[in-house]
């Protein structure tokens, strides 16, 4: 079993940054994706980005060029980081891992809350 715990979440004024990280932990696994999702107040699920193993990102257009995705193999974590957040950014942010191409994201954090007042 793979656990993964999110951190780095918080209350941000609009204008601002927050850096979530995501460890994972458990078993030893490879995997192909690392992504973060969100979830807003009476709105479903949406992706927000991923890293691959190649290196490649995706980001939803809505946080293009305001948030950067990386990570750290070495430590088997994935970072966030969001810059001029705006207050339609708040969400409840998840960390998840696609152990390869043709599973679902299959694990998922429990995730951290992101507030940006206006």
């Known amino acids: 079993q793979v656990q993964l715990v999110e951190s780095g979440g918080g209350l941000v004024q609009a204008g601002g940054s927050l850096r979530l990280s995501c460890a994972a932990s458990?078993?030893?696994?490879?995997?192909?994706?690392m992504g973060w999702f969100r979830q807003a107040p009476g709105k479903e699920r949406e992706f927000v980005c991923a890293?691959?193993?190649?290196?490649?990102?995706l980001y939803v257009d809505s946080v293009k060029a305001r948030f950067t995705i990386s990570r750290d193999n070495a430590k088997n974590a994935v970072y966030l980081e969001m810059n001029s957040l705006k207050p339609e950014d708040t969400a409840v942010y998840y960390c998840?891992?696609?152990?390869?191409?043709?599973?679902?994201?299959?694990?998922w954090g429990q995730g951290t809350q992101v507030t940006v007042s206006s």
């Open positions: 890293i691959y193993s190649g290196g490649n990102t």
């Open positions: 998840a891992v696609k152990t390869s191409t043709t599973t679902a994201w299959n694990y």
């Open positions: 458990g078993r030893t696994f490879s995997w192909y994706g």
